[in-house]
């Protein structure tokens, strides 16, 4: 009796001293709605403190909040609150309200859980409706391919979360003046080969030698086009360049939820049509390189989501409408 007394004194203590800073993703679900959203817990200065981030599509655009959060732990129980909103690209006014969230941590495994409720509560006085729903999270080995720790690199505040500077190695000095050099072991050898191998096989091909994929065909009537170019997935990183007709007229783009935006001169003969293409500079953290293209010709509005590698690139005819 004893020893079973003793394991359930002990098992709090194990829950209370789970490591829960890192970054949860999931999302907060209503009756009516579900969105993404996504926590960073940090434990810096003996305390909890973090961010939140929630996504609103709209119009096949990611609308992207970013806010602090307080954050405290109780045991077995996680409590959350909103705090100041540092970063949005909402395209219409954001609404001023609050969440709190009460949150469970569950542990299978390695999987670790935030599970439970959240409501929200209006800073307008002249708005009254609030909301009520589920939050479900997990935590992710990967902090740095998600939405959260793209955007807030792009923002410059990923420095302010500890949990992503290296920690000092404890009781190992580096020697000042002496060089280190390591032998390489047989597996690595057999994986350098391996590796060296595949890029004979396929090396990477400059633009001009790569494949050509037509995805769509636009008909437009304007003497002048917008092009809107949006990451379409994962904000990991991607890098576009966008060729018009043989020329370049946009160099390294890097994809992010905000719109990187150019207009483009149409004046060509009825029938005759323009190419555009464009090819992946790079393929981020989660191949393939992935974008939304808009094009907007007057009132009329079209969207291509296009992909490509280091290999084929994706492109899109643009005829001239009688």
């Known amino acids: 009796m004893r020893i079973v007394i003793c394991i359930f004194l002990f098992f709090p203590i194990l829950i209370s001293a789970q490591d829960i800073s890192g970054v949860w993703t999931?999302?907060?679900?209503?009756?009516?709605?579900?969105?993404?959203?996504?926590?960073?817990?940090?434990?810096?200065?003996?305390?909890?403190?973090?961010?939140?981030?929630?996504?609103?599509?709209?119009?096949?655009?990611?609308?992207?909040?970013?806010?602090?959060?307080?954050?405290?732990?109780?045991?077995?129980?996680?409590?959350?609150?909103d705090g100041e909103l540092v970063y949005d690209n909402f395209t219409t006014q954001p609404r001023r309200v609050k969440m709190f969230g009460n949150l469970s941590l569950i542990t299978r495994d390695t999987l670790m859980i935030l599970r439970g409720n959240f409501s929200t509560r209006s800073l307008d006085f002249r708005d009254t409706r609030t909301y009520s729903g589920e939050v479900y999270l997990q935590k992710t080995p990967r902090p740095l391919a998600s939405k959260m720790m793209t955007t807030m690199d792009e923002i410059n505040l990923v420095h302010n979360l500890s949990f992503l500077r290296p920690k000092p190695v404890k009781g190992v000095?580096?020697?000042?003046?002496?060089?280190?050099?390591?032998?390489?072991?047989?597996?690595?050898?057999?994986?350098?080969?391996?590796?060296?191998?595949?890029?004979?096989i396929r090396p990477p091909l400059k633009p001009a030698e790569r494949a050509i994929q037509k995805i769509s065909e636009i008909m437009f009537t304007g003497d002048s086009l917008l092009l809107s170019v949006y990451d379409n997935g994962t904000i990991d990183g991607d890098t576009v360049s966008m060729v018009l007709d043989g020329r370049v007229i946009a160099e390294r783009i890097k994809l992010t939820a905000n719109a990187f935006r150019i207009t483009i001169p149409t004046r060509i003969s009825q029938n005759d049509s323009l190419m555009?293409?464009?090819?992946?500079?790079?393929?981020?953290?989660?191949?393939?390189?992935?974008?939304?293209?808009?094009?907007?010709?007057?009132?009329?509005?079209?969207?291509?989501?296009?992909?490509g590698d280091l290999q084929r690139s994706s492109a899109v005819m643009l005829r001239k409408k009688r």
């Open 276 to 307: 555009l293409v464009m090819h992946a500079e790079s393929l981020g953290l989660i191949p393939p390189n992935t974008g939304l293209l808009i094009i907007q010709d007057g009132d009329a509005r079209y969207e291509v989501r296009f992909e």
């Open 26 to 81: 999931g999302y907060i679900k209503t009756p009516g709605s579900q969105l993404e959203y996504e926590l960073a817990i940090d434990h810096g200065d003996k305390k909890l403190s973090g961010y939140s981030l929630i996504i609103y599509p709209k119009d096949g655009i990611e609308n992207i909040g970013i806010k602090t959060a307080k954050i405290r732990q109780s045991k077995r129980e996680i409590y959350f609150e």
């Open 173 to 200: 000095r580096k020697p000042s003046n002496t060089k280190v050099v390591s032998q390489p072991t047989n597996t690595n050898i057999k994986k350098e080969k391996t590796e060296i191998s595949e890029l004979a």
